[in-house]
């Protein structure tokens, strides 16, 4: 089969001989190794591709944030500080001090939403909000949805999506992801069509069949955890392909292409190449027209990290996107037949690649 399609299946994934400890792929031991290039986008745009957006912007941004915590349980700050000492160490070469200030940052920061949606009104955009929906006594449970009406309704009022954050086990196991959706949707009383999986964990193709067969619209979990960047060489919105049943499928995938965490934890950069990087990806995503998706975490938006996340948005601003939620991007591309479009050009790809590999 042809390298295109195999990159845009991420067929070496399926299986998976090395994961990290949480069973996740890792950049490094895949077949990507133009993880910084959107090149499938790319290619479909040699091709005539054109995607178009409101207003006549060229590109989209869509900016969401996983709500991991609303809460700091009692001594979790000094716990954190003190059990990345030796990490932080590593990270940096100049002691602990350059990240444990960040982590400082984020533990005496207020995890209250109503300072993100500020910063983001005052940036003019609106984004997804990604929520837990566990009980207590699950792993990683800091808040019941239930117990958080007033972040909720912050949220709507201000005209941003909420959508579900797996939880540790939903992203494989379906009765665990309907229970999850459900208490989300009962809590909040919001219908809930995207989803985002906690700690990027996903697997192919089983996680996108759950997803689809649970009646979500999308899914953006879609981005190594170990590396920003194209992790199928896309930047657009796109029908996943099983490579178990051989078969496109319904859901849309909306690529993850920057996250915090992979900046400055993964992939331990300082905050100037963090932002030389994030710049680069950013301009890649212009040239094709395509939509830049950006994860910044709820609690990472006071001292340095908030300053870089602050810097990230002005300079986004200047380039002139359409800033959307994740729903109303994926609607867009439905809506706009640009899906439609996409898929088609996709598919010639594949059967051009096919018979040339046949002839040969």
């Known amino acids: 089969m042809s390298n295109l399609f195999n990159l845009y299946r991420n067929s070496w994934e399926y299986d998976n001989t090395l994961p990290d400890v949480f069973g996740r792929a890792r950049q490094y031991n895949s077949q990507n190794s133009n993880v910084f290039t959107p090149v499938i986008s790319n290619e479909m745009r040699s091709r005539g591709f054109r995607p178009h957006y409101p207003d006549g912007k060229k590109f989209a941004v869509c900016v969401s944030h996983d709500i991991d915590h609303l809460y ?60 837990l929906s566990l009980n207590r006594g699950e792993e990683d449970f800091n808040y019941h949805p239930g117990k958080i009406q007033d972040q909720i309704r912050a949220v709507v009022r201000n005209n941003n999506e909420i959508g579900l954050h797996g939880g540790h086990r939903a992203y494989n196991d379906f009765p665990k992801l309907m229970q999850e959706k459900k208490l989300l949707e009962e809590s909040t009383g919001v219908k809930v069509y995207g989803y985002r999986n906690h700690y990027l964990r996903f697997e192919l193709p089983t996680t996108w069949n ?130 439609k479009q996409s898929q088609e050009i996709i598919q010639d790809i594949f059967k051009a690649e096919i018979t040339l590999q046949d002839k040969d």
Not at 96 to 111: A, F
Not at 270 to 294: H, P, R, S, W
Request: proline letters at 2%; charged letters at 20%.
């Open 210 to 339: 759950n997803l689809q067969k649970g009646g979500f619209e999308y899914d953006t979990t879609l981005g190594y955890a170990d590396t920003v960047g194209f992790r199928n060489g896309m930047c657009y919105p796109f029908l996943p392909y099983d490579v178990v049943n051989n078969r496109f499928l319904d859901i849309v995938e909306l690529p993850l292409v920057i996250m915090d965490a992979t900046l400055f934890f993964y992939m331990r950069m300082d905050f100037d190449i963090a932002f030389k990087i994030c710049v680069q990806l950013i301009e890649k995503v212009i040239g094709c027209g395509g939509v830049l998706t950006l994860l910044w975490h709820n609690n990472f938006i006071s001292g340095e990290m908030g300053a870089f996340y602050i810097k990230l948005l002005k300079f986004l601003q200047s380039a002139d996107p359409w800033f959307a939620t994740s729903l109303e991007l994926v609607n867009w591309w439905k809506e706009e037949k640009l899906l």
């Open 72 to 131: 700091l349980q009692q001594n979790a700050g000094r716990k954190l500080i003190n059990a990345g000492k030796g990490f932080l160490k590593g990270r940096f070469g100049q002691g602990w001090g350059h990240l444990g200030s960040m982590v400082r940052d984020s533990v005496h920061n207020e995890y209250d939403l109503n300072n993100l949606i500020d910063i983001n009104n005052r940036h003019k955009l609106r984004s997804t909000y990604y929520f």
